[in-house]
C-alpha cells in the first residue's frame, strides 16, 4: 500500500523498503487493508468517526489505492488515516504522496480537513508532536486547495502559515523537504518536478526556529480533524491518497 524510501544513512544512496501498491505495484489484487496486518506495507491505521479503506484503481500506473473518509457522525477529532514509524528523530526529511480530492462537490466555505501531519518524538513549544500539517480547504480553479503549516517555538500561535496552492482536478503530486533545528523550513512542490523552483517555501525568506520539536518520527497520510462544515457536506466522500514516498536528502522523481 506505501512505498517508503529512507536513506539509512546522510553519505549513502538511497535504500528502498519495498511496500504495496503505492508506487506502481504490478501485483493483481489489492490488500486487505493498509497496515501490515492487513499486508499492506503501513505501520498503522489511525480510524476514528472515518475510514481508510484499500481500493482499485491508483494514480499513475498503481493498482490500487487508498480511500480515506470521514463519516456523516464525526466530529473535530475524526481520523481516518494511516502512519509511518520508519523516520527515527529526522533533522531533515522529504516525502512525497498523490492526493485526488475530485470526489468533493460543492467544496466551499470553511470546510477543510488535514490531509498529512508530521509529527516529532517529542512534544514541541506547543506542547503538541506536529511539526508540519497540510490541509485541504475550498479555493483555486478546481475548487480545492492545499495549505501548510510549520510549527516554530514562537508563542502564541507556534506556527507559520503559507499561502494556499491551487490543486487540479485528478491525482496531484504533493512534496516536501523538511528541515529542523534552529534553522528551519519546509519547501514544497506540487505538481512540479524542479527540485530547483519549489512551489512555495515556509518561511518565505530566512528561517524558523523549531528545534524543540527534536526531529521527525512519524507521519500520518489521509483525513483527519475536519471541520463541521466539511461533516456537513462532505461526508462519506472518499478522498484518494497513493504513492508514497519518504527519503532523508534525495528529492524524490
Known amino acids: 500500500m506505501k512505498a517508503n524510501v529512507t536513506m539509512k544513512a546522510l553519505s549513502v544512496a538511497v535504500l528502498g523498503l519495498a511496500g504495496f501498491a503505492f ?7 489489492c490488500p486487505a487493508g493498509p497496515t501490515t496486518a492487513e499486508g499492506g506495507a503501513w505501520s498503522a491505521k489511525a480510524e476514528t468517526d472515518g475510514t481508510f479503506a484499500v481500493t482499485t484503481g491508483g494514480a499513475l500506473t498503481t493498482e490500487c489505492r487508498g480511500s480515506s473518509t470521514i463519516l456523516a457522525t464525526a466530529g473535530s477529532l475524526a ?62 480553479a478546481s475548487g480545492k486547495q ?14 507559520t502559515l503559507g499561502a494556499p496552492i491551487d490543486l487540479a482536478a485528478g491525482w496531484n503530486r504533493v512534496q516536501i523537504d523538511l528541515v529542523t533545528g534552529a534553522s528551519g523550513s519546509v519547501k514544497i512542490w506540487v505538481n512540479n518536478g524542479t527540485e530547483a523552483s519549489p512551489t512555495q517555501t515556509i518561511p518565505s525568506t530566512g528561517s524558523v526556529d523549531n528545534s524543540s520539536w527534536v526531529g521527525v518520527d512519524r507521519t500520518f497520510m489521509g483525513l483527519s480533524a475536519p471541520t463541521s462544515e466539511y461533516v456537513t457536506a462532505q461526508a462519506t466522500r472518499a478522498v484518494g491518497f497513493d504513492e508514497f514516498d519518504s527519503r532523508r536528502q534525495t528529492f524524490i522523481n
Open 79 to 140: 481520523s481516518a488515516t494511516v502512519r509511518d514509524d520508519t523516520p527515527t528523530n529526522e533533522a531533515r526529511y522529504r516525502a512525497q504522496f498523490y492526493i485526488n480530492a475530485d470526489a468533493l462537490t460543492g467544496f466551499t466555505g470553511l470546510q477543510g480537513a488535514q490531509v498529512l501531519q508530521v509529527q516529532s518524538a517529542a512534544a514541541g513549544a506547543s506542547s503538541s508532536r506536529q511539526m508540519l500539517r497540510a490541509t485541504i480547504l475550498p479555493g483555486g
Open 146 to 159: 492545499i495549505r501548510f503549516f510549520l510549527s516554530n517555538n514562537v508563542a502564541p500561535s507556534y506556527r
Open 23 to 29: 508506487a506502481g505495484s504490478s501485483m493483481a489484487a
